[in-house]
């Protein structure tokens, strides 16, 4: 089991910046996987970014590349989320998840995350 909370949402003006926090206790943290996801209303949950155990490979959403970087510090048990330049259409409850994984992988999909935050509203005004 892996329990998971979010931190660090609120609300800024587009153009500012936010960082997300994701505090993980339970199992080992460094051999999970994970991943930072997103769900505007009326949306479908939509990836954001992940990251593999050892956090030298991430991959980011198309519409987040070049504004938001995912990292962790497995020492701190703890995932990252930095957002910059942020815009109006990143306004969303923004979840953190993770999955038992190790090596280089990492996941995209929502199905292939076995455990979930509560989530952190971010609203970002224009």
């Known amino acids: 089991q892996v329990q998971l909370v979010e931190s660090g949402g609120g609300w800024v003006q587009a153009g500012g910046s936010l960082r997300l926090s994701c505090a993980a206790s339970g199992r080992t943290f460094s051999s999970v996987a994970m991943g930072w996801f997103r769900q505007a209303p009326g949306k479908e949950r939509e990836f954001v970014a992940a990251i593999t155990w050892t956090g030298r490979i991430t991959s980011y959403a198309d519409s987040v590349k070049g504004r938001f970087t995912i990292s962790r510090d497995n020492a701190k048990n703890t995932v990252y989320l930095q957002m910059n330049s942020l815009k109006p259409e990143d306004t969303a409850v923004y979840y953190c998840?993770?999955?038992?994984?190790?090596?280089?992988?990492?996941?995209?999909?929502?199905?292939?995350?076995?455990?979930w935050g509560q989530g952190t509203q971010v609203t970002v005004s224009s």
């Open positions: 998840a993770a999955a038992p994984a190790g090596g280089s992988r990492y996941y995209v999909r929502t199905i292939e995350y076995d455990y």
